[in-house]
């Protein structure tokens, strides 16, 4: 090649380069549109991405609200539960309560119910008793009233057929018993009577236990020799106007006792009749040798129309209302009463303890109950 071609040549392979460059700087440029298109993009796809969170951020705060406003209703529908559970617990106790005290009721209820259910059958039991009782005192009232009828009905045929003197006075005498035992049985019911009602009328005086003990035991003398029984008296000193009473009652008591024990007293037996001091009580014993009691029938010796196993077999006879009549009349008079007996066989004491009234000769008889004088003219 000559000389004015090399510069041609140069240049040319210049260009070649420089569009080799050009085009490598246009390619470098086009990867660099290309990698800000794409950052671009990526831009974008950044920007919708932190828009798609702000609205998840967004829905979700919306969700937190919602979740909080659930919250807070729940937290109220908690606190109305509570308050709803207090009540119910309050309900529950009040109900409870209630219930214990219905229960408490119902077991007094049913106590009740049972205590009157005892109480009826004891009432009916009672009432069958004194049914029972009151068919056999009539009974034995109407057998008590016949006996010294017929013995009155009998000696009055005798003596209207007999001139005896021997015969009419056995006669009289037999009339005679008979009719005060009449009047002794009459006595006895009217007393029972009126001491029930309340009616019982009492002369409250000095009483010389000692005169008002012989005087019954002289009423029943001839009754104790006709069945061969020895009585006696062993009285205190004492017992001259120590107790303040009845004497007419008093000794009706004393009789009730002695012809008790006498009735029971077998032929060749003993009554003792002993009045002594105790304390501030005065005594009276009744002790005979006759049948005894029996220890079932002590507590109720003194119950009306009640008789032992002698009166019930029909060895004796008897109204059952005189041992009743001296608890009564003991009673009234502020003392006590006492059977004992060691069995069948073994005799029986009574003891009345009556309350000692102290005398002023100055001003009369002193109550022992209110310490008032009682002086009568």
Known sequence: MSEANKPTHATREDAVTAREQTATVREGAATARDKVADQRDDTASLRDDVADQRDDTASLRDDVAGVRDEAAGLREDTSTVREEAVRAREEAAEARAELEQLMVQMREANERLIVGSLRAQTMTEVAEEANHLKDEFLATVSHELRTP????????????????????????????????????????????????AGTLQMSTQPVDLAAVAQTALETLQPAAQHRHVQLSLTADPAAVETVRGDAVRLQQVIWNLLANAIKFTPEGGRVDVFLERSGDFMQIKVVDTGEGIDPGFLPHIFDRFRQGAGATTGRQTGLGLGLSIVRQLVELHQGTVQATSEGPGRGATFTIRLPISAIDPTTGLQDRRTGKSDRRP
């Open 149 to 196: 009828l017929n013995a009155i009905v009998g000696w009055a045929r005798i003596l209207a057929k007999s001139s005896s003197p021997e015969l009419v006075g056995q006669g009289v005498a037999a009339i005679e018993r008979n009719a005060w035992a009449l009047a002794h049985i009459i006595d006895d019911l009217l007393d029972v009577s009126r001491i029930a």
